[in-house]
């Protein structure tokens, strides 16, 4: 309260508060005083008054003479406040009375001293009058002096002390109110001196803190107040200077920023010119790089097709050797153009990792998978070791990531002559979020030098740059790695000895991701024993890795005479060996020793999985009684293994009574879901053709029906149809197995036109894998084997590549394209194109009338539907408008319309060619 008040208020505060209280403290205690003195003086006067009584009124008691007395009350009366005058006699009668009858009660008559009492109003006195008093009056009468004669009594008013009393204190209140005024005006007069300066100063400072520094106080009257003046008139004088020069600053600087600023706009408008230059130099690059592309794919599109058919064609050995040499310089030369394109991207910074779930143990073994032939033609063994503290589901790029192990495993494979390529991946940090991996590829090659190493990441550049080195390429696959790891947020080099080998490694930190159910050890395989048979120590370590991993005990045997020996005297145990893995190849183990020894495990009840390089795959299917169960490729892909051991375990695979010897081999048996019915026949066409059961469905309700009553090795799935499409088909499908706790059948979707946001969600969504149209014989009989282990015949060694972009001087019907892409049948080419032909007009009529509703999907499925009809028929101009025009649609461009004006006119052109052909 007190900090609320102003200086003033202060000022009074502190001058009047101690004022007053001295003054009232001393006003009462002076009044206080006073009124005491007065009542003492009172009771002095009665006292003297009756005293001076006793001896006048002696006499005329001693006579009893009652009318003296009378006269003497009466004269007592007449005293300042005496209010009343009572003699008594010594009975105690009363004698004579003066004024009003007496307030208090009669006296004790035995006092003999006088006896005062007092109230509120008045003060009583009664003294007793003896004999004596008579002495002092000057009676000459003797008597006994102790002789009582009897008593006055005498009764003095209040009235008069206490007005005396009011009378006093009001002239007190009068002094101090009078003091307390005049101590106040000196409080105010004294209050100002000290507000007016304050006054004075405060809108001084209010004035500069307003900006108006020419503010100046004048003389205040005092010494410490001009004191104060003088230093704020000093600090404002100080404060304007500072603004004038901080102002002369900014304007200076105004003037440098004007300056830069229109330097700085010439300069953006020469860098304006240098961007645009730049962009127009990229594009002009980027489409020197397609046309490039395009034109030289498009001839090896057709030196590798045209191979294909000559190899067809009853042709001599050194033919057959020189378009083997054509065929591997052709796909030498893709791989060139692939490297030179990722290098481009990567250079121009247009290449988009994706972050997906991935499994990195597939990641390795299907880039072992990839490679296994060439490594296996030089003899050479490859494995892949996963320790076992390593999180295996991970989020990242897969296919970026398969593309670094490629390049790292395939370099191993040029510069090794003989031994072991290895895969190995660990932790080197797990912080239950990310982990950091460790993934290295060692191989017992020739090794690099110093030299070497330092140029090793460059571009364009080879550890072996001499005229005779034996490895090809252009030097671009370890720089692509480099910078693809180092998008990645990882790490890449090498450790190598010249004569011993090089171990190439990533240091790479990924997202953890939730497990997959299938990654975990299955029911079947719980607990099982199963024996080993590998001589390479390494591989043998990989296996055991693999076996532990699907939860089998492992047991490992140096021969097959041992695994025999131990699985029948161990038959009868509590838990037997029911199940080998065998690692063979025909130096150790030719096809017809295996053949019986697998035949004899079979009696004794083990299964047997046989493991052998893919080059010898051939001699050792027609030897095993079930190959599509019982071999597979090394190194081994652990999902595919286990899967086979779960399947040697099933009903199918118990030995029954009577029942008679399975099959040397079997066709696989698989299912083709398309709504084309050219696509239909083209693919049922080219697998029935190479050896394969082939049940031809074109819905994905059919799909759903024909998996519930029949078994497929594998499923090839058309991604767009109508009612059900390909990836609801597979959500059934999958759902449906879950329900019967079947093996999952590999799905493959067919799309021919595939985004790589498409791609991804059809992995998501189920499927296995997936092919872009147009199929060749060779990518079939690749995703049969690698799906379901099963070997094709008659499969074509052609790899086609994808149909010609368009160009102005496309052809309309191009009768030898078409004759390639149905793999040289001619009848088979010739109805692919009438089935378009018959549905041209009325995909023309559908997408005219889906065009007059606006609907983009309807238009989606039938362009797609068209574009996959086109991809297997000779119309390249008319499958690069559909190309064209789903991916405008797909992306919502506006560019669209015109792209269906353009579709329409080539739907025409190629029905008038046709006809004047026809």
Known sequence: MFKDLSIKGRVLLLTLLPTSLLALVLGGYFTWMQLSDLQEQLLQRGQMTIEQLAPIAAPALARSDAALLQRIANEALEQPDVRAVHFLADDHSRLANAGPSMLNPMPDGDNRLLLLRSGNDATRFLLPIFGRHRSLSGDPVADDPDRLLGWVELELSHHGTLLRGYRSLFASLLLI???????????????????????????????????????????????????????????????????????????????????????????????????????????????????????????????????????????????????????????????????????????????????????????????????????????????????????????????????????????????????????????????????????????????????????????????????????????????????????????????????????????????????????????????????????????????????????????????????????????????????????????????????????????????????????????YHESLPDAHSQLQAKPACTRKMQRALIELLGPRHQPAEHAPLAPISRPPRLLCVDDNPANLKLVHTLLTDMGAEVTAVDSGFAAVEAVKHKTFDLIFMDVQMPGMDGRQATEQIRHWEAEQEAVPTPIIALTAHALANEKRALLQGGMDDYLTKPISERQLAQVVLKWTGLGMRNQGTERIAEPPQPQPTQKVLDEEEGLRLAAGKADLAADMLNMLLASLEGDRETIRQARDNDDRAALIERVHRLHGATRYCGVPQLRAVCQRTETLLKQADPAYRAALDELDAAMVRLADTVKLTG
Not at 198 to 211: D, F, N, S
Not at 435 to 453: C, F, K, N, W
Not at 581 to 595: A, I, K, N
Request: aromatic share 4%; net charge negative.
């Open 177 to 619: 109110i009078t003091g307390l005024g005049v101590t106040a005006l000196l409080a105010v007069q004294m209050s100002r001196s000290i507000n007016e300066p304050l006054r004075r100063i405060k809108q001084g400072v209010a004035l500069l803190k307003e900006g108006r520094l020419e503010t100046r106080l004048p003389p205040l009257g005092s010494h410490e107040m001009d004191e104060l003046a003088s230093g704020i008139n000093r600090m404002a004088e100080t404060l304007q200077n500072a603004q004038e020069e901080l102002q002369h600053s900014i304007d200076q600087a105004t003037e440098d920023v004007r300056q830069n600023l229109e330097t700085i706009e010439i300069q953006n408008i020469e860098l304006d010119f240098a961007r645009k230059e730049a962009l127009e130099a990229s594009r002009i690059k980027s489409e020197f790089l397609a046309n490039m592309s395009h034109e030289i794919r498009t001839p090896l599109n057709g030196i590798l097709g045209f191979t294909n058919l000559l190899q067809k064609s009853e042709l001599t050995p050194r033919q057959q050797d020189y378009l083997g040499t054509i065929e591997k310089s052709a796909d030498s030369l893709l791989g060139i153009i692939n490297e030179i394109l990722d290098f481009s991207k990567i250079e121009a910074g247009k290449l988009v990792l994706e972050n997906i779930p991935f499994n990195l143990r597939d990641v390795l073994q299907d880039a072992l998978t990839i490679l296994a032939p060439t490594a296996h033609a030089k003899q050479l063994e490859l494995v892949s070791l996963v320790y076992r503290d390593t999180p295996v589901a991970l989020i990242g790029d897969p296919q970026r990531l398969k593309q670094v192990l490629t390049n790292l495993v395939s370099n191993a494979i040029k510069f090794t002559r003989e031994g072991t390529i290895a895969i190995r991946a660990m932790v080197e940090e797990d912080n239950g979020e990310r982990a950091q991996l460790r993934i290295s590829v060692q191989d017992t090659g020739i090794g690099l030098s110093d030299e070497d190493l330092r140029a090793l990441f460059q571009a364009f550049s080879q550890a072996d740059n001499s005229l005779s080195r034996q490895a090809g390429g252009t030097g671009l696959g370890l720089v692509i790695s480099k910078r693809l790891i180092e998008q990645m947020g990882g790490e890449i080099g090498v450790a190598s000895t010249p004569g011993e080998g090089s171990e190439f490694w990533i240091s790479l930190s990924l997202p953890k991701a939730r497990e997959d159910a299938e990654d975990q050890p299955q029911a079947p395989l719980l607990g099982r024993t199963v024996a080993v048979i590998e001589q390479h120590e390494l591989a043998r370590q990989a296996l055991q890795h693999q076996l532990e991993d699907c939860g089998l005990l492992v047991v490992h045997h140096p021969h097959l005479d041992s695994l025999l020996a131990s699985v029948s005297a161990q038959q009868y145990t509590d838990n037997p060996v029911s199940l080998a893995v065998l690692g063979v190849t025909s130096q150790d183990l030719p096809p017809e020793q295996l053949s019986q020894r697998v035949w004899d495990l079979e009696r004794i009840g083990c299964k047997s999985l046989v493991l052998c390089p893919t080059t010898e795959q051939a001699l």
